[in-house]
């Protein structure tokens, strides 16, 4: 089994930050991608931001340049910074990653897509 678990979502006024977390754990050989969605109300959900294994990293147009993604391979941990939030930044987030569980997987270059359960983000004053 594997799990990722979201946390740091919260209210935050207009201008402020937060920093959302997702922990990775279970049965993990090797994590490749690693990227932050969103979804709000009535809206289709849309990537953020990802990052790959070696630290490459791409950002929708929308947050770029007020968000950072970064992760931490030890802990198997991804991270978004979130600065100069607006009110359209509002959303659940969720996180995913592509995981091989064994050698084996990872040998044949096979991932799977696990996702965390969200965590809701408003930016309201």
């Known amino acids: 089994q594997v799990q990722l678990v979201e946390s740091g979502g919260g209210l935050v006024q207009p201008g402020g930050s937060l920093r959302l977390s997702c922990a990775a754990s279970?049965?993990?050989?090797?994590?490749?991608?690693m990227a932050w969605s969103r979804q709000a109300p009535g809206k289709q959900r849309e990537l953020v931001a990802a990052?790959?294994?070696?630290?490459?990293?791409n950002y929708a147009d929308s947050v770029k340049g007020r968000f950072t993604i970064s992760r931490d391979n030890a802990k198997e941990t991804v991270y978004l910074q979130m600065n100069s939030l607006k009110s359209e930044d509002t959303a659940v987030y969720y996180c995913?990653?592509?995981?091989?569980?064994?050698?084996?997987?990872?040998?044949?270059?096979?991932?799977?897509?696990?996702w965390g359960q969200g965590t809701q983000v408003t930016v309201s004053s």
């Open positions: 995913n990653a592509a995981i091989s569980r064994t050698s084996r997987e990872a040998a044949r270059a096979l991932t799977f897509a696990f």
């Open positions: 279970g049965s993990i050989f090797s994590i490749n991608t």
């Open positions: 990052i790959t294994s070696a630290g490459s990293t």
